[in-house]
C-alpha cells in the first residue's frame, strides 16, 4: 500500500516556473513506476511525464517536452517534477500516482494517488 502527497502547486505568472514534488511512504519507492497527470473542466486527465523504477527512463507527454523535467529522489522516497516556460493552458490540478508495474502512459493502470495540487499561470 502506497501514499502519495502532492505539493508545490501555486500561481504563478506566465513564462514562470514551479517545482512540483509528491511524498511517497508505505511502499518500495524505487521499484515504483510515478506518474504526474493533469486535470481541467476542459479535459480529461491527462498524462504529463512517468517514469519506470529501477533506474528505468523518463517519458514526457509532447505537450511538455523542453519545458518540464521529471526526477527522482529515492533517499527521499520523493518524486519531483520542475515545470520552467509555464503556459496558460499548463493550468491545472496536477497529480501523482504510483503503479508496480512498467506501464507509464495509462492512468487506469496506476494503483495509487495523490490529492492533487493546484496550478495557476496567470497572464
Known amino acids: 500500500q502506497v501514499q502519495l502527497v502532492e505539493s508545490g502547486g501555486g500561481v504563478v505568472q506566465a513564462g514562470g516556473s514551479l517545482r512540483l514534488s509528491c511524498a511517497a511512504s508505505g511502499g518500495s519507492f524505487s521499484e515504483l513506476t510515478i506518474g504526474w497527470f493533469r486535470q481541467t473542466p476542459e479535459k480529461e486527465r491527462e498524462w504529463v511525464a512517468g517514469?519506470?523504477?529501477?533506474?528505468?527512463?523518463?517519458y514526457y507527454a509532447d505537450s511538455v517536452k523542453g519545458r518540464f523535467t521529471m526526477s527522482r529522489d529515492s533517499g527521499k522516497s520523493t518524486a519531483y517534477l520542475q515545470m520552467n516556460s509555464l503556459k496558460l493552458e499548463d493550468s491545472a490540478i496536477y497529480y501523482c500516482?504510483?503503479?508496480?508495474?512498467?506501464?507509464?502512459?495509462?492512468?487506469?493502470?496506476?494503483?495509487?494517488w495523490g490529492q492533487g495540487t493546484q496550478v495557476t499561470v496567470s497572464a
Open positions: 500516482a504510483a503503479r508496480d508495474g512498467w506501464g507509464v502512459t495509462t492512468e487506469s493502470l496506476y494503483d495509487w
Open positions: 517514469v519506470r523504477g529501477n533506474g528505468g527512463a523518463t
